[in-house]
T-cell receptor, first 119, second 110 residues
Framework: DTGVSQNPRHKITKRGQNVTFRCDPISEHNRLYWYRQTLGQGPEFLTYFQNEAQLEKSRLLSDRFSAERPKGSFSTLEIQRTEQGDSAMYLC?????????????????FGEGSRLTVL | GQQVMQIPQYQHVQEGEDFTTYCNSSTTLSNIQWYKQRPGGHPVFLIQLVKSGEVKKQKRLTFQFGEAKKNSSLHITATQTTDVGTYFCAENTGGFKTIFGAGTRLFVKA
């Protein structure tokens, strides 16, 4: 399978525990994104990487959230001291960003997501 | 918050009827992307529009980008049950992050 892979697919945890999600992007893609999606809403941008550099973090991403992409390959998203409001689907996406004459392109390829439930 | 607004929030149609969802922005958009998310699935890219007034077709789907690049629409002709899902518009801002609208959820009754 050459698509974006995420694990675990489901995680149930108690409030206050730490959780970590992993994303393996499409191998030739240079950009990796993390989004959060709650029921009835569109994906909300959290952060993105260009290769191994984390270039932007949303203000939605509190100090309890940290993301890494060592060596510019897979990425991890860690949530410390989880709260019930963190319950959501965490989506990873990757893209091959190419600058064209008519603007920037960058179709996102999403993984299946990691669903977090905080009790 | 989200920079693109989508209407309607949801729509029920009878199979065979047409469906249109609209995406609006108060500012000029760099581009507009459309994604489809099936129930229980993940968003899947459909298309990107870049030029003012651009129209693209994919079988029964027609995508338009407004002349002022502040709005876009997705029209589905003769809906089928396989069209069920949520359709999101999104803007790839400055070639970096992609910002999504809240989506329009389509229900198709056979």
């Amino acid at each position: 399978d050459t698509g974006v892979s995420q694990n675990p697919r489901h995680k149930i945890t108690k409030r206050g525990q730490n959780v970590t999600f992993r994303c393996d992007p499409i191998s030739e893609h240079n950009r990796l994104y993390w989004y959060r999606q709650t029921l009835g809403q569109g994906p909300e941008f959290l952060t993105y990487f260009q290769n191994e550099a984390q270039l932007e973090k949303s203000r939605l991403l509190s100090d309890r959230f940290s993301a890494e992409r060592p060596k510019g390959s897979f990425s991890t998203l860690e949530i410390q001291r989880t709260e019930q409001g963190d319950s959501a689907m965490y989506l990873c996406a990757s893209s091959l960003a190419v600058l064209t004459g008519s603007g920037n392109t960058g179709e996102l390829f999403f993984g299946e997501g990691s669903r977090l439930t905080v009790l | 918050g989200q920079q693109v607004m989508q209407i309607p929030q949801y729509q029920h149609v009878q199979e065979g009827e047409d469906f249109t969802t609209y995406c609006n922005s108060s500012t000029t958009l760099s581009n507009i992307q459309w994604y489809k998310q099936r129930p229980g699935g993940h968003p899947v890219f459909l298309i990107q529009l870049v030029k003012s007034g651009e129209v693209k077709k994919q079988k029964r789907l027609t995508f338009q980008f407004g002349e002022a690049k502040k709005n876009s629409s997705l029209h589905i002709t003769a809906t089928q049950t396989t069209d069920v899902g949520t359709y999101f518009c999104a803007e790839n801002t400055g070639g970096f992050k992609t910002i999504f609208g809240a989506g329009t959820r389509l229900f198709v009754k056979a």
